[in-house]
């Protein structure tokens, strides 16, 4: 269960221009009501009918006595452009606005509310006053189709909340040879989002005051049981259960007057000796439970992360678009089998933050193969490079994607639709082969092209809509995809 995002309490709020008939925008109000029951989704039905801005204040003040933290202003009929543009501006949360249909050519004199032509003053009236709200991409419907649209704008409106509330904060510096990983932090305050930034020796001063705390048996048998006999080191798990209640304190003590955090943090070189261990496996019990803890102190990453999780409601990872998939493997195991191209593969890796339940059930708790070259001397058995998460990505739909500000101060994101293959990666690591439409294309085009990092984030599942509306209403302009072909890149040779 993610606890660290936040829960959205909707409200819905009718508005009726003075000279239309109000009981018009109340009943329609109720069907939409109804609809959301009927689906499952609750929602606040605010009593007061918005037609001057006096019942703004009013409607908007019962909104939030109910605990709404989230709002749909419904246009039942032409609306009054004023006062229902100033809900967005009085209401502390994310506001969605949506217009009725018509009901039946049977009754369009009394019945006919207009909302299709209140919709666009709504909208210019938004715009003149520089107030950001939430339109579907077809705002216009019956009570069913408005229900439908509710539900798409929970994730959305779950996300806004929570980056409103969160603080990152980073263990660092960053490594000298992942510059990659190093951004202005001016766009996380762009956002609204804080940022805490410690040094590594910190993060070691509260680890080693956690020496003997009593919750460190509890963990250590929840991640016996997590994990499994033979799946994981019994003489390590204490040292590592240090650093989770460590963490987690800092993360209690450090939140200050927000709600949700998120970590980047510095894991290498100098971590595993230090601390006697790898923290991949630690990060994953963490991001398991909602709280983001990215590699290499990747800030963005991190943003990524959690815009991931409020998004789907599920867990997520943190993975290097990391190596081409052999000719020979996609020969023998992908070709024929799946409709993609060799280009269109990849393997997504890391060290080993990816929550054990996105593994498949062969993963266990091994050593960082690479540190383990680096730190330790040649031959010996592994020692303080112990502590990853390893095992083949089960296959999934995902969404891949990341939120960056470049060198520039500029924030540009991408996002790409596609899925984990069923097939074995016969590497090392938290690791997936990958396949996304078009991947070559986008790589070169996108990834290379704008200089993004190694490092993408990775939600189970398609949520590549909903995150596009989120990263629209954060004021992000440079929103990449995948193109398919018929749709070359401004950088594309057309005669290649």
């Known amino acids: 269960m993610l606890t660290n995002i936040p829960s959205v309490k909707l409200g819905i709020i009718a508005v009726s221009r003075d000279c239309f008939i109000i009981s018009?925008?109340?009943?329609?109000?109720?069907?939409?009501?109804?609809?959301?029951?009927?689906?499952g989704q609750e929602i606040y039905e605010c009593k007061t009918t918005v037609e001057n801005e006096k019942d703004m204040l009013k409607a908007v003040e019962e909104v939030k006595a109910a605990g709404c933290n989230a709002l749909v202003v419904f246009l039942g009929n032409f609306g009054p452009e004023t006062p229902e543009t100033l809900i967005a501006k009085y209401f502390d949360g994310p506001v969605m606005y949506v217009?009725?249909?018509?009901?039946t050519g049977k009754d369009l004199i009394d019945g006919r509310g207009d909302a299709y032509c209140g919709m666009l003053n709504c909208s210019y009236n938004l715009g003149l006053r520089h107030l950001k709200a939430y339109i579907p991409a077809y705002p216009v419907g019956t009570a069913q189709d408005i229900a439908g649209m509710i539900q798409d704008f929970v994730p959305i409106a779950r996300t806004l909340i929570g980056l409103s509330e969160l603080k990152i904060i980073t263990f660092g510096p960053r490594p000298q040879d992942f510059f990659a990983c190093n951004a202005p932090i001016q766009g996380l305050y762009e956002l609204g989002v804080e940022v805490e930034e410690n040094s590594e020796l910190d993060l070691l001063v509260a680890y080693k005051a956690h020496a003997n705390d009593p919750r460190i048996p509890d963990i250590c048998a929840d991640m016996a049981k997590e994990m499994g006999e033979g799946c994981y080191y019994p003489d390590m798990s204490a040292r590592m259960a240090q650093l989770e209640v460590t963490l987690l304190d800092w993360a209690e003590e450090h939140k200050g007057a927000r709600k949700y955090v998120a970590f980047a943090d510095k894991c290498w070189p100098a971590f595993p000796k230090e601390f006697g261990f790898e923290p991949c496996y630690v990060n994953s019990r963490l991001v398991s439970r909602g709280i983001p803890v990215s590699c290499e102190v990747?800030?963005?990453?991190?943003?990524?992360?959690?815009i991931g999780m409020c998004v789907s409601g599920d867990t997520v990872t943190l993975l290097d678009i990391n190596n081409s998939v052999p000719a020979d493997l996609y020969h023998e195991d992908i070709e024929g089998k799946f409709p993609y191209q060799l280009t269109d593969t990849f393997m997504g890796f890391h060290c080993g933050n990816t929550p054990s339940c996105k593994l498949c059930s062969d993963r266990a708790v091994k050593y960082q193969l690479i540190q383990h070259r680096l730190l330790e001397p040649k031959d010996s058995d592994p020692d303080f490079t112990r502590g990853t998460l390893e095992g083949d990505i089960a296959p999934s739909a995902i969404t891949f994607y990341r939120l960056q500000c470049d060198s520039e101060g500029k924030l540009r994101s991408y996002?790409?639709?596609?899925?984990?293959l069923p097939v074995k990666t016969r590497s090392f690591g938290g690791i997936g082969i990958f396949a996304i439409p078009e991947m070559g294309r986008f790589y070169r085009h996108v990834l290379i092209?704008?200089?993004?990092?190694?490092h993408g984030a990775v939600a189970f599942g398609h949520y590549g809509k909903a995150i596009f509306e989120v990263l629209k209403l954060l004021g992000v302009e440079d929103i990449a995809y995948n193109q398919p072909k018929s749709l070359p890149y401004p950088t594309e040779n057309p005669f290649a």
């Open 24 to 39: 018009l925008s109340e009943r329609r109000r109720a069907a939409i009501v109804a609809a959301c029951q009927e689906k």
């Open 99 to 103: 217009a009725a249909a018509e009901e």
């Open 298 to 306: 990747d800030i963005y990453g991190a943003l990524s992360e959690y």
């Open 415 to 420: 996002i790409a639709q596609g899925e984990v």
């Open 449 to 454: 092209e704008k200089r993004y990092p190694h």
